[in-house]
């Protein structure tokens, strides 16, 4: 197997495949990567949930990109695409998944909505663990994951850095079952032949975003 295979591979094993469907309100994951942004608008466009909700501040990988923060630059990108500011709310706090969704519950149960049913949209290789996370954390909310369609090499090309694309899929790969244990997600499944690709990429040198030394 080449990296980029194994690569694939674990870009496959992120990809939930959800049907699109009406939802309450919709959940933006803050990131690197304004694409999330952009989908969001496209769904608010179909008419897919009236309220969208962008949540996150900063990591050390996106504060020169959002210097005032995901979730505002998120919402200053969908508004330019044409959806109304009435229809956006930020979160700004949250430094981690789990935080998106607990602060994102916080702030709408401060202004009185309980959605049964949201769509969370995010990176695509972040799919299965904020669908993971968000049935730990928000268990009552029926949540449906979507993204930008988008192949590998595409997405390499449109954030212009394979190595990092690399380790962010390793790295989120681990988190599956690593933040499970730890009682932040629930279990995923996982197949033999996607943990043997996950394990030669650690071999080949990516562990940028590994935690700690737990590996396997």
């Known amino acids: 197997m080449t990296v980029?295979?194994?690569?694939?591979?674990?870009?496959?094993?992120?990809q939930l495949h959800h049907e699109p469907r009406n939802?309450?309100?919709?959940?933006?994951?803050?990131s690197h990567d304004i694409g999330v942004a952009e989908h969001a608008a496209e769904l608010w466009h179909e008419g897919r949930f009236p309220l969208l909700i962008f949540t996150g501040a900063n990591a050390p990988t996106t504060l020169e990109v959002f210097p005032r923060g995901e979730a505002i630059h998120y919402a200053e990108r969908?508004?330019?695409?044409?959806v109304p500011a009435n229809a956006i709310l930020t979160e700004t706090r949250a430094?981690?998944?789990?935080?998106?969704?607990?602060?994102?519950?916080?702030?709408?149960?401060?202004?009185?909505?309980?959605?049964?049913?949201a769509t969370v949209i995010s990176r695509p290789y972040q799919q299965r663990r904020a669908y993971a996370t968000i049935k730990r954390c928000w268990p009552q909310v029926d949540a449906v994951c979507s993204t930008r369609?988008?192949?590998?090499?595409?997405?390499?090309?449109s954030v212009g850095d394979a190595n990092r694309v690399l380790?962010?899929?390793?790295?989120?790969?681990?988190?599956?079952?690593?933040?499970?244990r730890r009682g932040f997600a629930i279990e995923?499944?996982?197949?033999?032949?996607?943990?043997?690709?996950?394990?030669r990429l650690i071999?080949?040198?990516?562990?940028?975003?590994?935690?700690?030394e737990e590996r396997e």
Request: glycine residues 10%.
């Open 4 to 14: 980029m295979e194994d690569a694939q591979i674990l870009w496959n094993y992120h």
């Open 23 to 30: 939802t309450d309100i919709a959940i933006g994951l803050g």
């Open 188 to 199: 995923q499944p996982i197949g033999i032949d996607t943990l043997a690709a996950y394990k």
């Open 149 to 157: 369609a988008q192949s590998l090499s595409d997405y390499i090309h």
């Open 95 to 117: 430094t981690n998944t789990g935080e998106n969704f607990t602060y994102t519950r916080e702030l709408l149960d401060g202004i009185g909505i309980y959605p049964r049913s």
């Open 203 to 212: 071999r080949a040198g990516f562990t940028d975003r590994i935690v700690g």
């Open 78 to 82: 969908a508004q330019q695409l044409g």
């Open 167 to 180: 380790n962010m899929l390793v790295g989120d790969t681990q988190r599956i079952w690593l933040y499970a």
